[in-house]
């Protein structure tokens, strides 16, 4: 076979290989995305008015990365970092969540603006749930 077919044929298979894997990289951000502990954890940001204030108004959600390896999830607990991009500024919120009676719990979040240290935003130790 002559070099220039193989190279052809290298050619066509690495476009359906990059395609592939670049589709199983957004179904695994998707799968982080879709979780409960996620949408809990970008709900509670949003409603985090000095936190809203300081990125500026719109702040989007960015994909997740899912090379980090920070990004985990096991079948017990998982950990995932959320990057957002405001109108002033960008942060990252590190969600760290567990598993309990097959139910994910947010355990706590750290809130890191560029630039500066990390610091928790939420622990649900420190929050008493009302009763009804």
Not at 3 to 31: D, H
Not at 45 to 53: D, F, Q, R, V, W
Not at 112 to 123: A, L, Q, R, W
């Amino acid at each position: 076979m002559k070099v220039a077919t193989l190279g052809k044929i290298a050619l066509g298979l690495a476009f359906p290989v990059i395609g592939m894997a670049y589709m199983t990289q957004n179904k695994i951000a998707k799968n982080f995305s879709n979780e409960t502990y996620f949408k809990e954890a970008v709900e509670l940001i949003k409603g985090y008015t000095p936190a809203m204030e300081k990125l500026g108004q719109p702040v989007r959600i960015k994909k997740i990365d899912i090379s980090d390896d920070f990004n985990y999830q096991d079948l017990e607990k998982a950990k995932v970092k959320i990057p957002l991009q405001g109108q002033r500024c960008a942060a990252e919120v590190f969600a760290y969540a567990t598993k309990d009676n097959n139910n994910w719990k947010l355990d706590y979040m750290e809130l890191k603006y560029t630039n500066m240290p990390k610091f928790v935003f939420y622990d649900s130790k420190l929050v008493t749930k009302s009763k009804k």
